[in-house]
């Protein structure tokens, strides 16, 4: 799959990563820079004041649960249910279903963070948080496919009037086994990426703490415990 990318790169703790530049990854996906973390939460409308209004965030995992380490998101939010998240932070495994996604993602959230395994040429089980970029153009996802970088860009087409794409993060994590929809299935997780998902759940109850308070807040900032 192709994976949103961008920004700087800070140590988070063995193991885990805030994004950082990557020329080569964001060749593949479209990544923006570091400038990105207020810039894209300024176009996106992150942070607008909005009276009285609660904040939202959504945590949406998106993987295929028979591709090996692609479950990873799905695995995170299955850990999150019997975990749950701070209130305001609404946790949905969607699994490989962006259409779904995409027009969640329009459902007035000032925030989401996409849960998802994500190479980008670490130690297997790294965390990298990452700052998204949403494409001005794109082809469209397949009706039961799962391209976050397509399904960004549908969300932005889709988009009208009051509908407007919150900041996206993406929390990744570097894969052990790739595998693709051509290849056979394989079931589970291998030992690094299942290891990863205890760090990602308590990652992501900082992190959405953090947006939950201040939408346009810097990686740092958001993953700092």
Not at 49 to 74: K, M
Not at 94 to 122: K, N, S, T, W
Not at 172 to 177: H, S, Y
Request: glycine share 12%.
């Amino acid at each position: 799959m192709s994976r949103p990318a961008g920004a700087r790169t800070a140590s988070l703790g063995p193991g885990t990563r805030a994004a950082g530049s990557d020329p080569a990854l964001a060749a593949e996906t479209g990544a923006t820079q570091t400038g990105a973390t207020q810039s894209g939460a300024a176009q996106s409308g992150a942070g607008r004041p909005e009276g009285d209004r609660p904040r939202r965030v959504l945590v949406a995992g998106v993987g295929n649960i028979f591709l090996a380490d692609d479950a990873f998101g799905c695995e995170v939010l299955r850990a999150l249910a019997a975990d749950p998240l701070p209130s305001g932070a609404d946790a949905v495994d969607f699994g490989i279903r962006g259409m779904d996604l995409a027009y969640r993602l329009l459902a007035g959230y000032d925030a989401a963070v996409l849960v998802d395994a994500a190479p980008r040429g670490e130690e297997p089980g790294t965390l990298h948080l990452i700052e998204a970029d949403v494409p001005e153009d794109g082809a469209l996802p397949e009706a039961h496919g799962m391209d976050p970088v397509k399904v960004l860009a549908l969300a932005a087409r889709l988009g009208e009037g009051d509908e407007v794409l919150p900041r996206v993060l993406v929390l990744g994590c570097e894969p052990a086994v790739r595998l693709h929809g051509d290849e056979d299935v394989a079931f589970g997780l291998s030992g690094p990426v299942r290891d990863a998902v205890p760090r990602a759940v308590e990652l992501l109850r900082t992190v959405t703490r953090a947006l939950l308070a201040d939408p346009a807040a810097s990686l740092e900032a958001a993953a700092a415990p």
